[in-house]
């Protein structure tokens, strides 16, 4: 035991979470068995600056933390063997989709989709996915352009389209559940249609696509949502308490661009009375990419992994919660934030998945 002053914002979670002990009201009662009766804390507890605390010190704190789980009380979820589990099979369902972009806290566009995701069968160490997207509005409304109506004619021709995913959650393959060759026929045909020379080239572009299956891979992998739900989220590790350790990912908030690299790491919150069915995990991430903002959208750029940071390098910041149900582990909401400082205009991104 020892005895601690309480500093300025000092709470009672404050100093259990920095202690490591499991649930704050266990600090509570340690120090009320050791203090002076006049010292007792009592509920609600509101601890004032210059307070002296007795706390748990070394061995007393893994006591006191083994007490709490045989009470059942931990406030705190710890991943088996260091990684939160990954029930691919749960992952199917039906998800609403909200993506915000604002100019200096100004809206400058509300796109609303829905994503569908059926899982289909298991074979060894795969599992595979059927994925649709559709119900796409932009500010609230359906476009009637001619464009947009060509894209959702190929859409309908093109989707659903079939996912796999290996056993540690990471996107390996995709490709359409027809024939290339039916696809390919269906999307020439609608040049009957759409016969004017910007649509030809549309068509054509696709069918080209459908020719190599490398790029159809990297296209599923920019879908914001696809990332969110396959990404290296589920493989960090953690490796002490709550915080997993410093993993990197591509993150692709940009459209158009490449994903940009980050440093991450997750943060495991405290349950909380409100919600106590829910876990809830955050996501931090600094940028370590050292490309410019024209270098992510040039296409011929080729990435140096190797490359230091530099005076032009794109300045921005990710973070993301994800909530889970506590009894299986299923995803019930992700909400994502991703901010681009380009000089004096600050671009950001509000990204909002739900599992309907």
């Given at each position: 035991m020892i005895t601690y002053m309480t500093l300025p914002g000092d709470t009672l979670e404050k100093i259990a979470y920095d202690l490591k002990v499991e649930h704050p009201k266990y600090l509570k009662d340690f120090h009320n068995t050791y203090c002076a009766v006049h010292n007792r804390l009592a509920e609600p507890v509101q601890l004032k600056t210059g307070m002296l605390l007795h706390i748990p010190f070394g061995d007393e704190i893994r006591k006191l933390n083994k007490k709490i789980n045989e009470n059942g009380e931990s406030l705190y979820y710890h991943p088996p063997h260091g990684r939160i589990p990954f029930?691919?099979?749960?992952?199917?369902?039906?998800?609403?989709?909200?993506?915000?972009?604002?100019?200096?806290?100004q809206i400058e566009s509300d796109y609303l989709y829905h994503l569908d995701l059926k899982y289909l069968k298991a074979e060894k160490d795969d599992h595979f996915f059927s994925m649709q997207i559709s119900g796409s509005r932009k500010n609230g409304f359906e476009s009637d352009s001619k464009i947009s109506s060509l894209a959702k004619a190929c859409a309908t021709?093109?989707?659903?389209?079939?996912?796999?995913i290996d056993d540690r959650g990471k996107l390996t393959g995709a490709g359409f559940r027809l024939p290339d060759s039916v696809i390919r026929d269906e999307l020439e045909a609608l040049k009957n249609y759409f016969t004017d020379e910007f649509s030809e080239s549309y068509i054509n572009q696709l069918k080209k696509k459908t020719e190599d299956k490398k790029q159809i891979l990297g296209d599923i992998r920019r879908i914001l949502p696809i990332h969110f739900l396959f990404g290296s989220f589920y493989r960090a590790r953690y490796e002490s308490w709550t915080d997993s350790g410093i993993y990197h990912e591509f993150f692709p908030w940009l459209?158009?661009?490449?994903?940009i690299r980050f440093e991450l790491y997750n943060r495991i919150l405290p349950k909380q009375e409100v919600d106590d069915e829910i876990l809830k995990i955050t996501q931090s991430g600094s940028c370590c990419d050292y490309r410019s903002l024209e270098q992510l959208y040039d296409k011929n750029h080729e990435y140096q992994e190797q490359t230091l940071l530099g005076y032009s390098s794109v300045k921005c910041r990710h973070e993301a919660e994800y909530l889970f149900s506590r009894a299986d582990l299923e995803i019930r909401k992700v909400t994502g934030n991703f901010e681009l400082q380009i000089g004096d205009v600050t671009e950001k991104d509000v990204f909002t998945m739900e599992k309907q």
């Open positions: 029930p691919i099979p749960l992952l199917g369902g039906s998800y609403k989709i909200k993506h915000q972009k604002y100019l200096d806290s021709i093109m989707y659903p389209l079939e996912i796999r459209a158009n661009a490449s994903p």
